[in-house]
C-alpha cells in the first residue's frame, strides 16, 4: 500500500507543476511535524513545571505547618499516625507522593508505606537550610517535580522536610495534551499550502506558457545546445548595457570567457570598437569592424518579448581569412593598374618615337629612348640600391609608377634599408606597404604638392613611415580608422577603410604596434614597428 502510495505521488509530480509544489509542500509539512512536536512539547514541560512548582509548594507548606506533624514527628509510631496527612495531601494536590522526611535523609512517613525507612538524597535541596525549594530529581528511578518545605520548631530549627512530588508526564501523554492543536495546525498548514501551490503553478504556467517543468528544461537544453553549437558568434545585451548571453563561438572571436555574462559590455575587456557597435549600433546592417586580432562582420538587431524592448542580439562571422583573400585582390589589382599604367605610358612613347621615325628624326629618337632609359634606371636603381628583397623593391616601383599617373610623387627616403625576407615576411611587409601607400596616394590626389614619402628601416626589427600631404587624421578617430570597414574615399568621414584594418590585424599578428600622427606641414604619418623576432632575414 505505501510503496503503491509512493508511485502515486511521484508519478503525480511527474505529471504537472502543480503536483510538484504539492508533494514539496508535503514534504515541507512532514519537515515542520516533528520540530513543531518538539517545541509542542518543550513548552507543554515548561508550563507543567510552572503551574505544578507552585502547587507542590503550597501543599507542602500546609503539611509543615500542621501542628500534629510537629507534635507528633517524634513519636515512635509517626509513620502510622501521621499518615493521614501525607494521604490528605495527596488527596488535595493530585501529586504521586507525599512524605516527611527526617534531615539525615530518611524517610520518616510516606503515602507509600513501602519507602518508610529509604534514604533521599537531600543534597539538591535547601529546605535543609529553612527556605522552600522545588527542582527535578528521580524518585524511584522516575523522573519527578519536587517541592521541599521544612517544618520548624518554634525557634525557627528544622525538625524535618516535608516533601510533594509528581512525576513529568510523558511525551505521549504532552503530545496527546497538545494533540489537538497539532492537527489543527498542520490541517490548516497543509490546506493553505495546497491552495498555495495551486495559484503559484497557475501564475508560473501563465509566465512560462503553459509549459511544464520537463517541457521548460527541454527549451533550455535544446536552446543552449543549438546556441553553442553554431558557428556565428552571438551576443545578446540587455536595456542596462549588460551582456546576457555570449555562445562559444562569440567567446572565441572577442577573446573573452563565460564570466563576462552579467557585465556590462563596456567592462568587459571588449575592443572599444565593438563596445560602440553593441550599445550604438545600426540594426540590420553588416559593419566590418577589425580588432587587433581579427576582422569581423557584424549584424545587430532589436530583440523583443511581447511588444517590449528587452535588449539587442548581435551576431558575428569571422572576416579574417575573407579580409586577407580581399588583401590579395587588391594586390593584384594594384599590380593591373601598374600594368595598365605602365601600357598607356609604353603607348605614348612608342607613339612618339614612330613619329620621330617617320619625320626622320633619328638624333631624336636617339636621345629619347636614352632619357627614357636613364629615368627608368634612376628609378630602379635608387630602389634597388636601398631595398634587398626583390619582392618589396618591385612593389615600391610599380607603386611609384602608379602614383605618378595620379599625380602624387612617391619618394623613398635615402636612408631606407631593407635585407632579403623569407617569403611568408614579404607577403606581409608587402601587405603593409601595399595598403599604407594606396591610402596615402588617395588622400594626396588633389593636394597642392601630392607627395608620399616612404621611409624603411630594419637596423631593429622593422620600421615602415609612410607620409602624405592630405588633410591628416583628426585625433579622434586615430583609433576608429583602424577598426571601422569603411571606405577610404575623401567624402566619408569615417576614415580609411579594410586596408588599415588589415595593416593593423597583420601588425598584430607580429607582436607590433601601428601609430598615426600628424606632419608638421600638414597630413598624416602611419608608422609600423614589428619587434626583431618576427621579421626572419633569407639567408
Same mark, same amino acid.
Given at each position: 500500500?505505501?510503496?503503491?502510495?509512493?508511485?502515486?505521488?511521484?508519478?503525480?509530480?511527474?505529471?504537472?507543476?502543480?503536483?510538484?509544489?504539492?508533494?514539496?509542500?508535503?514534504?515541507?509539512?512532514?519537515?515542520?511535524?516533528?520540530?513543531?512536536?518538539?517545541?509542542?512539547?518543550?513548552?507543554?514541560?515548561?508550563?507543567?513545571?510552572?503551574?505544578?512548582?507552585?502547587?507542590?509548594?503550597?501543599?507542602?507548606?500546609?503539611?509543615?505547618?500542621?501542628?500534629?506533624?510537629?507534635?507528633?514527628?517524634?513519636?515512635?509510631?509517626?509513620?502510622?499516625?501521621?499518615?493521614?496527612?501525607?494521604?490528605?495531601?495527596?488527596?488535595?494536590?493530585?501529586?504521586?507522593?507525599?512524605?516527611?522526611?527526617?534531615?539525615?535523609?530518611?524517610?520518616?512517613?510516606?503515602?507509600?508505606?513501602?519507602?518508610?525507612?529509604?534514604?533521599?538524597?537531600?543534597?539538591?535541596?535547601?529546605?535543609?537550610?529553612?527556605?522552600?525549594?522545588?527542582?527535578?530529581?528521580?524518585?524511584?528511578?522516575?523522573?519527578?517535580?519536587?517541592?521541599?518545605?521544612?517544618?520548624?520548631?518554634?525557634?525557627?530549627?528544622?525538625?524535618?522536610?516535608?516533601?510533594?512530588?509528581?512525576?513529568?508526564?510523558?511525551?505521549?501523554?504532552?503530545?496527546?495534551?497538545?494533540?489537538?492543536?497539532?492537527?489543527?495546525?498542520?490541517?490548516?498548514?497543509?490546506?493553505?499550502?495546497?491552495?498555495?501551490?495551486?495559484?503559484?503553478?497557475?501564475?508560473?504556467?501563465?509566465?512560462?506558457?503553459?509549459?511544464?517543468?520537463?517541457?521548460?528544461?527541454?527549451?533550455?537544453?535544446?536552446?543552449?545546445?543549438?546556441?553553442?553549437?553554431?558557428?556565428?558568434?552571438?551576443?545578446?545585451?540587455?536595456?542596462?548595457?549588460?551582456?546576457?548571453?555570449?555562445?562559444?563561438?562569440?567567446?572565441?572571436?572577442?577573446?573573452?570567457?563565460?564570466?563576462?555574462?552579467?557585465?556590462?559590455?563596456?567592462?568587459?575587456?571588449?575592443?572599444?570598437?565593438?563596445?560602440?557597435?553593441?550599445? $550604438? @549600433?545600426?540594426?540590420?546592417?553588416?559593419?566590418?569592424? #577589425?580588432? +587587433?586580432?581579427?576582422?569581423?562582420? &557584424?549584424? =545587430? %538587431?532589436? /530583440?523583443?518579448?511581447?511588444?517590449?524592448?528587452?535588449?539587442?542580439?548581435?551576431?558575428?562571422?569571422?572576416?579574417?581569412?575573407?579580409?586577407?583573400?580581399?588583401?590579395?585582390?587588391?594586390?593584384?589589382?594594384?599590380?593591373?593598374?601598374?600594368?595598365?599604367?605602365?601600357?598607356?605610358?609604353?603607348?605614348?612613347?612608342?607613339?612618339?618615337? $614612330? @613619329?620621330?621615325?617617320?619625320?626622320?628624326?633619328?638624333? #631624336?629618337? +636617339?636621345?629619347?629612348?636614352?632619357? &627614357?632609359? =636613364? %629615368?627608368? /634606371?634612376?628609378?630602379?636603381?635608387?630602389?634597388?640600391?636601398?631595398?634587398?628583397?626583390?619582392?618589396?623593391?618591385?612593389?615600391?616601383?610599380?607603386?611609384?609608377?602608379?602614383?605618378?599617373?595620379?599625380?602624387?610623387?612617391?619618394?623613398?627616403?635615402?636612408?631606407?634599408?631593407?635585407?632579403?625576407?623569407?617569403?611568408?615576411?614579404?607577403?606581409?611587409?608587402?601587405?603593409?606597404?601595399?595598403?599604407?601607400?594606396?591610402?596615402?596616394?588617395?588622400?594626396?590626389?588633389?593636394?597642392?604638392?601630392?607627395?608620399?614619402?616612404?621611409?624603411?628601416?630594419?637596423?631593429?626589427?622593422?620600421?615602415?613611415?609612410?607620409?602624405?600631404?592630405?588633410?591628416?587624421?583628426?585625433?579622434?578617430?586615430?583609433?576608429?580608422?583602424?577598426?571601422?570597414?569603411?571606405?577610404?574615399?575623401?567624402?566619408?568621414?569615417?576614415?580609411?577603410?579594410?586596408?588599415?584594418?588589415?595593416?593593423?590585424?597583420?601588425?598584430?599578428?607580429?607582436?607590433?604596434?601601428?601609430?598615426?600622427?600628424?606632419?608638421?606641414?600638414?597630413?598624416?604619418?602611419?608608422?609600423?614597428?614589428?619587434?626583431?623576432?618576427?621579421?626572419?632575414?633569407?639567408?
Amino acid at each position: 500500500m505505501s510503496s503503491r502510495w509512493s508511485a502515486t505521488v511521484r508519478g503525480f509530480g511527474a505529471r504537472s507543476l502543480a503536483g510538484r509544489f504539492l508533494v514539496f509542500q508535503l514534504l515541507v509539512v512532514a519537515v515542520v511535524l516533528p520540530a513543531v512536536a518538539a517545541v509542542s512539547i518543550a513548552q507543554s514541560t515548561r508550563e507543567f513545571r510552572d503551574t505544578r512548582s507552585q502547587r507542590m509548594i503550597a501543599v507542602a507548606e500546609n503539611v509543615a505547618s500542621t501542628p500534629i506533624v510537629r507534635d507528633r514527628l517524634a513519636d515512635p509510631f509517626a509513620a502510622r499516625v501521621l499518615a493521614p496527612e501525607v494521604d490528605r495531601a495527596v488527596a488535595l494536590s493530585g501529586a504521586a507522593l507525599a512524605e516527611i522526611v527526617a534531615a539525615d535523609g530518611t524517610v520518616l512517613v510516606s503515602s507509600d508505606p513501602s519507602r518508610v525507612g529509604n534514604r533521599v538524597d537531600l543534597s539538591v535541596t535547601r529546605a535543609d537550610e529553612g527556605r522552600a525549594w522545588y527542582g527535578d530529581d528521580d524518585i524511584d528511578g522516575v523522573h519527578s517535580l519536587i517541592g521541599h518545605v521544612p517544618v520548624l520548631t518554634n525557634r525557627g530549627e528544622v525538625l524535618a522536610i516535608a516533601s510533594v512530588s509528581e512525576p513529568y508526564p510523558s511525551v505521549w501523554q504532552l503530545l496527546s495534551v497538545a494533540g489537538e492543536r497539532l492537527v489543527l495546525y498542520l490541517g490548516l498548514a497543509a490546506a493553505l499550502g495546497l491552495v498555495a501551490s495551486w495559484l503559484l503553478s497557475r501564475r508560473i504556467k501563465r509566465h512560462t506558457r503553459g509549459l511544464e517543468v520537463a517541457e521548460i528544461a527541454g527549451l533550455a537544453d535544446h536552446r543552449e545546445a543549438l546556441l553553442h553549437s553554431i558557428r556565428e558568434g552571438v551576443v545578446a545585451v540587455n536595456t542596462d548595457g549588460v551582456i546576457t548571453l555570449l555562445n562559444d563561438s562569440a567567446q572565441e572571436l572577442l577573446g573573452l570567457s563565460g564570466a563576462a555574462v552579467g557585465r556590462r559590455a563596456d567592462a568587459a575587456g571588449l575592443d572599444p570598437a565593438v563596445v560602440e557597435f553593441l550599445l $550604438s @549600433g545600426e540594426d540590420g546592417r553588416d559593419v566590418v569592424i #577589425a580588432t +587587433r586580432t581579427r576582422v569581423l562582420a &557584424l549584424n =545587430r %538587431r532589436t /530583440a523583443s518579448s511581447g511588444g517590449e524592448w528587452i535588449g539587442t542580439v548581435t551576431t558575428m562571422r569571422d572576416s579574417t581569412e575573407l579580409a586577407a583573400l580581399q588583401a590579395q585582390l587588391s594586390s593584384h589589382k594594384s599590380v593591373t593598374d601598374t600594368l595598365r599604367a605602365q601600357t598607356h605610358e609604353f603607348a605614348n612613347q612608342l607613339h612618339t618615337i $614612330s @613619329g620621330l621615325v617617320q619625320l626622320g628624326e633619328y638624333d #631624336a629618337v +636617339r636621345d629619347l629612348i636614352g632619357e &627614357l632609359t =636613364r %629615368r627608368r /634606371a634612376e628609378i630602379s636603381d635608387a630602389v634597388t640600391r636601398r631595398i634587398a628583397d626583390p619582392a618589396v623593391a618591385a612593389l615600391l616601383i610599380a607603386k611609384t609608377t602608379l602614383a605618378a599617373e595620379s599625380g602624387v610623387t612617391l619618394w623613398l627616403d635615402p636612408d631606407s634599408h631593407l635585407g632579403a625576407l623569407d617569403p611568408a615576411a614579404a607577403t606581409d611587409v608587402i601587405t603593409l606597404l601595399g595598403n599604407l601607400i594606396d591610402n596615402a596616394v588617395d588622400v594626396s590626389v588633389g593636394s597642392g604638392a601630392a607627395r608620399v614619402s616612404v621611409r624603411i628601416d630594419d637596423a631593429d626589427g622593422l620600421s615602415i613611415t609612410v607620409a602624405d600631404t592630405g588633410p591628416g587624421v583628426p585625433e579622434h578617430l586615430r583609433e576608429e580608422i583602424f577598426a571601422r570597414g569603411v571606405t577610404s574615399k575623401p567624402e566619408s568621414p569615417g576614415g580609411r577603410g579594410i586596408g588599415l584594418a588589415l595593416v593593423r590585424l597583420v601588425t598584430a599578428q607580429h607582436g607590433g604596434v601601428v601609430d598615426v600622427s600628424d606632419r608638421a606641414d600638414g597630413g598624416a604619418v602611419f608608422t609600423v614597428r614589428l619587434p626583431p623576432s618576427r621579421v626572419a632575414a633569407h639567408a
